[in-house]
């Protein structure tokens, strides 16, 4: 049924389609129906192109040995393309045992055996379906071949590269290129056809189709179509599983009874109270205030923990931006017993200990600038705290701690905004300005993502132009790392790193920040490129370290002083990037800055791409575009290529099942390759138009709305218009719809 905005909606998990039978097409996927069958073997499958490509390789009916799974337990379960080695490529690449319950069948006389080779096809979506488990997006290997590999499962519905010609054809038989995605003229659509190609500079008319492959790389949005048709953290990042989530939360509470883990929190119960009496004071990890308790009796129960200063400290603080509103304020609650009791409740000690943990092992792989082996909330700004228990309350697995988190989310943004420490004019301590700024970004953060429309407006016009003066304040140029290398270790502050690799982050992080409003919400940015003028991030087995001893030989291992995090700045390689072809020795230097460093410089890509569909641009102007471009996938593969098992950048979602290691995954980051899609479907959509124009302004002058006239009675050509229309958009409508229009072309 379309629903009012004329979109097809599933009935089962309200994804959104413009075509009825692709929602019909979707609506199989809820369902074990497989009413495609093959009339040679008697396979059956859930859609007809599977069936399609099925086709192509059947070898007739299938035989014992050949029916058998020949795919290993673990690609099995993750859905992945398995070479069918003892052990796989997936499993050696990770180093974790391979095992068979059925043994891969030995290869036939006629057909040699299967190398270890990469998988063509490494899935890591996983969004369509929030529970469902999370798995790598490491990048596929271009040049094997299909014949070498097995799939794991018959109703894996993603196309190999090298099939991606036979799928064209089909594809072409049916469907034309809309004419409204290259912005042509109808009168022009069948002499210019725009092309995507990222790898050639000029812009070609008709391209041949069989050159498909090689402009998509075998890239498709499978983060960025969901990121941009959801809002929450929880469904937009890579927040892991509720399974997993529900894990974490099991696990720590089990910790929590248990008096383990929590030395760190100082949030340890009284060590009179036996640990049987614990579960009766804390059910559900939700402190027992109520109108009997008066308000605040059951605090005294942790009046020997050194936190409940600080979570009072919130609660008053709290209190005072809702007693003592300013004229604009856009808090709506009135002060009263019966709201203090939920406050106290929200942040009670053993609540927030539940929160903290979510926030590190969820949120902080997404947005990593806090430093956890050194975090200790007793000496931590109360403001800071407030929002980290915020963002975890709001990826719990609880739906209560997420309604109950709401109701604060205004009156922490009043707190953090009107702090001292976030004006940096004063005497106070450079951590407390920092950790006010880090407070202030989560603030961006939770509104953005989990505020109302009214919120997200708030923190878009506002609340961030404040965040990025206040980091120009603390001076981003001052953000740069020291020569560790030559440091001997007993002269190593872990201290004055931690500051320094923090400051580097929450920069960054505001950076990436201004670039997703760029993208998504087509707001003019901020920040320029030209004042990133901070050190690279380090990579994460240095930031990681749980010891200054460890931290110092991570260093030693992997930022010596010829590599890039010693010798860039993150405005240098930018710029490197789009000057000119980078040779492989230098794209596999650039290889080592890791995730969230190339990410960085992906998004600035969008900040040129910005500038060049709002100025009054030529097509010369997008070489330099081009060049970061084709630079950067290259760069990307090369980072790619390296196991994660011997990475020093984190570990992906499948490499750390423990709750206990969750932290150390690599985020939302390990998507920059759809960026660059996105980036290069962008530029060569601006060609197109930019061809287009001049095609139309040379054979139709006369035309009335395509020449304005000068003052000398002469006639100049108007500019195309910008891909996007509208401007500070709240919905990221405007980019799925880009998105969705791509896939339609590609996918048919």
């Given at each position: 049924?379309?629903?009012?905005?004329?979109?097809?909606?599933?009935?089962?998990?309200?994804?959104?389609?413009?075509?009825?039978?692709?929602?019909?097409?979707?609506?199989?996927?809820?369902?074990?129906?497989?009413?495609?069958?093959?009339?040679?073997?008697?396979?059956?499958?859930?859609?007809?192109?599977?069936?399609?490509?099925?086709?192509?390789?059947?070898?007739?009916?299938?035989?014992?040995?050949?029916?058998?799974?020949?795919?290993?337990?673990?690609?099995?379960?993750?859905?992945?393309?398995?070479?069918?080695?003892?052990?796989?490529?997936?499993?050696?690449?990770?180093?974790?045992?391979?095992?068979?319950?059925?043994?891969?069948?030995?290869?036939?006389?006629?057909?040699?055996?299967?190398?270890?080779?990469?998988?063509?096809?490494?899935?890591?979506?996983?969004?369509?379906?929030?529970?469902?488990?999370?798995?790598?997006?490491?990048?596929?290997?271009?040049?094997?071949?299909?014949?070498?590999?097995?799939?794991?499962?018959?109703?894996?519905?993603?196309?190999?590269?090298?099939?991606?010609?036979?799928?064209?054809?089909?594809?072409?038989?049916?469907?034309?290129?809309?004419?409204?995605?290259?912005?042509?003229?109808?009168?022009?659509?069948?002499?210019?056809?725009?092309?995507?190609?990222?790898?050639?500079?000029?812009?070609?008319?008709?391209?041949?189709?069989?050159?498909?492959?090689?402009?998509?790389?075998?890239?498709?949005?499978?983060?960025?179509?969901?990121?941009?048709?959801?809002?929450?953290?929880?469904?937009?990042?890579?927040?892991?599983?509720?399974?997993?989530?529900?894990?974490?939360?099991?696990?720590?509470?089990?910790?929590?009874?248990?008096?383990?883990?929590?030395?760190?929190?100082?949030?340890?119960?009284?060590?009179?109270?036996?640990?049987?009496?614990?579960?009766?004071?804390?059910?559900?990890?939700?402190?027992?205030?109520?109108?009997?308790?008066?308000?605040?009796?059951?605090?005294?129960?942790?009046?020997?923990?050194?936190?409940?200063?600080?979570?009072?400290?919130?609660?008053?603080?709290?209190?005072?931006?809702?007693?003592?509103?300013?004229?604009?304020?856009?808090?709506?609650?009135?002060?009263?017993?019966?709201?203090?009791?939920?406050?106290?409740?929200?942040?009670?000690?053993?609540?927030?200990?539940?929160?903290?943990?979510?926030?590190?092992?969820?949120?902080?792989?997404?947005?990593?600038?806090?430093?956890?082996?050194?975090?200790?909330?007793?000496v931590t700004k109360p403001i800071l705290l407030a929002t980290m228990a915020l963002i975890?309350?709001?990826?719990?697995?609880?739906?209560?701690?997420?309604?109950?988190?709401?109701?604060?989310?205004?009156?922490?943004?009043?707190?953090?905004?009107?702090?001292?420490?976030?004006?940096?004019?004063?005497?106070?301590?450079?951590?407390?300005?920092?950790?006010?700024?880090?407070?202030?970004?989560?603030?961006?953060?939770?509104?953005?993502?989990?505020?109302?429309?009214?919120?997200?407006?708030?923190?878009?016009?506002?609340?961030?132009?404040?965040?990025?003066?206040?980091?120009?304040?603390?001076?981003?140029?001052?953000?740069?790392?020291?020569?560790?290398?030559?440091?001997?270790?007993?002269?190593?502050?872990?201290?004055?790193?931690?500051?320094?690799?923090?400051?580097?982050?929450?920069?960054?992080?505001?950076?990436?920040?201004?670039?997703?409003?760029?993208?998504?919400?087509?707001?003019?940015?901020?920040?320029?490129?030209?004042?990133?003028?901070?050190?690279?991030?380090?990579?994460?087995?240095?930031?990681?370290?749980?010891?200054?001893?460890?931290?110092?030989?991570?260093?030693?291992?992997?930022?010596?002083?010829?590599?890039?995090?010693?010798?860039?700045?993150?405005?240098?390689?930018?710029?490197?990037?789009?000057?000119?072809?980078?040779?492989?020795?230098?794209?596999?230097?650039?290889?080592?800055?890791?995730?969230?460093?190339?990410?960085?410089?992906?998004?600035?890509?969008?900040?040129?791409?910005?500038?060049?569909?709002?100025?009054?641009?030529?097509?010369?102007?997008?070489?330099?575009?081009?060049?970061?471009?084709?630079?950067?996938?290259?760069?990307?593969?090369?980072?790619?290529?390296?196991?994660?098992?011997?990475?020093?950048?984190?570990?992906?979602?499948?490499?750390?099942?423990?709750?206990?290691?969750?932290?150390?995954?690599?985020?939302?980051?390990?998507?920059?390759?759809?960026?660059?899609?996105?980036?290069?479907?962008?530029?060569?959509?601006?060609?197109?138009?930019?061809?287009?124009?001049?095609?139309?302004?040379?054979?139709?002058?006369?035309?009335?709305?395509?020449?304005?006239?000068?003052?000398?009675?002469?006639?100049?050509?108007?500019s195309a218009e910008p891909i996007l229309e509208k401007y500070d958009q709240t919905s990221?409508?405007?980019?799925?719809?880009?998105?969705?229009?791509?896939?339609?072309?590609?996918?048919?």
């Amino acid at each position: 049924m379309a629903d009012a905005l004329g979109l097809h909606r599933c009935p089962v998990c309200f994804k959104t389609y413009k075509r009825r039978e692709h929602l019909q097409r979707h609506r199989s996927s809820h369902t074990s129906e497989r009413p495609h069958r093959c009339v040679v073997c008697g396979a059956s499958f859930q859609r007809s192109d599977v069936l399609k490509r099925h086709l192509q390789t059947c070898d007739g009916p299938s035989t014992p040995s050949s029916s058998r799974r020949r795919a290993c337990d673990r690609c099995v379960r993750q859905k992945k393309a398995c070479n069918s080695t003892q052990p796989c490529f997936n499993c050696q690449r990770r180093s974790v045992v391979c095992h068979y319950s059925n043994p891969p069948a030995p290869p036939s006389s006629s057909q040699p055996a299967a190398a270890a080779a990469p998988p063509l096809i490494d899935d890591a979506s996983g969004h369509s379906n929030p529970d469902e488990t999370v798995v790598s997006n490491h990048v596929p290997q271009p040049d094997q071949g299909p014949s070498e590999l097995v799939l794991a499962d018959s109703t894996f519905d993603h196309v190999p590269f090298d099939d991606l010609d036979t799928l064209i054809q089909e594809t072409v038989s049916q469907f034309q290129i809309p004419d409204s995605w290259f912005a042509v003229s109808p009168s022009q659509s069948s002499a210019t056809t725009a092309t995507l190609d990222v790898e050639s500079e000029p812009f070609h008319h008709n391209p041949p189709s069989d050159s498909l492959p090689s402009r998509y790389r075998g890239y498709s949005f499978r983060f960025l179509s969901d990121f941009t048709s959801r809002t929450g953290l929880v469904t937009s990042f890579e927040c892991a599983t509720l399974a997993q989530r529900q894990q974490i939360v099991s696990t720590f509470h089990q910790s929590y009874l248990d008096h383990q883990s929590l030395d760190s929190l100082g949030i340890l119960p009284p060590p009179s109270l036996p640990p049987e009496e614990l579960p009766s004071q804390i059910p559900g990890f939700v402190s027992s205030v109520g109108p009997e308790s008066g308000g605040l009796s059951s605090w005294s129960f942790w009046l020997h923990n050194p936190i409940v200063v600080n979570l009072q400290q919130v609660v008053l603080l709290v209190k005072n931006v809702v007693r003592v509103k300013p004229n604009n304020s856009t808090i709506t609650l009135n002060w009263s017993t019966a709201l203090e009791q939920q406050c106290l409740r929200f942040f009670s000690p053993p609540r927030f200990a539940k929160f903290i943990e979510l926030y590190w092992s969820v949120w902080h792989p997404n947005v990593n600038f806090l430093h956890r082996p050194t975090f200790n909330p007793t000496v931590t700004k109360p403001i800071l705290l407030a929002t980290m228990a915020l963002i975890g309350a709001c990826v719990s697995p609880d739906p209560v701690d997420i309604d109950d988190a709401r109701m604060w989310f205004n009156c922490v943004e009043e707190m953090v905004f009107t702090d001292d420490d976030f004006f940096p004019v004063g005497t106070s301590e450079n951590r407390q300005k920092l950790q006010a700024l880090q407070a202030a970004y989560h603030v961006c953060l939770y509104q953005n993502w989990e505020g109302t429309d009214a919120g997200k407006r708030r923190i878009r016009r506002h609340r961030f132009s404040t965040v990025v003066s206040t980091a120009r304040d603390l001076g981003i140029d001052t953000a740069r790392h020291m020569d560790y290398s030559a440091q001997p270790k007993h002269e190593f502050s872990w201290y004055e790193f931690v500051m320094r690799e923090e400051l580097i982050r929450i920069f960054t992080w505001i950076f990436l920040l201004d670039t997703a409003f760029v993208i998504f919400n087509n707001l003019p940015h901020r920040m320029v490129i030209k004042e990133m003028k901070m050190s690279m991030a380090s990579p994460e087995a240095c930031f990681q370290a749980a010891t200054a001893e460890e931290c110092i030989d991570q260093i030693y291992r992997w930022m010596p002083l010829t590599s890039p995090f010693c010798t860039l700045l993150l405005r240098d390689a930018i710029e490197n990037l789009c000057l000119d072809n980078l040779t492989q020795e230098v794209q596999q230097q650039y290889s080592q800055l890791g995730p969230l460093n190339l990410f960085a410089m992906v998004s600035a890509i969008h900040y040129m791409i910005f500038q060049h569909q709002n100025l009054f641009a030529v097509e010369g102007q997008l070489v330099p575009i081009r060049n970061g471009l084709r630079n950067w996938i290259g760069i990307w593969e090369k980072y790619a290529e390296v196991p994660s098992a011997v990475s020093p950048h984190g570990l992906l979602q499948e490499d750390c099942p423990a709750p206990a290691l969750m932290w150390k995954r690599i985020g939302f980051v390990r998507f920059s390759h759809e960026y660059w899609l996105l980036g290069s479907l962008l530029t060569d959509r601006l060609s197109a138009t930019t061809v287009a124009s001049a095609d139309m302004s040379s054979a139709n002058a006369s035309l009335p709305g395509l020449f304005s006239t000068s003052a000398n009675g002469r006639g100049k050509a108007r500019s195309a218009e910008p891909i996007l229309e509208k401007y500070d958009q709240t919905s990221m409508r405007q980019v799925n719809d880009l998105i969705t229009d791509f896939q339609k072309f590609t996918i048919g």
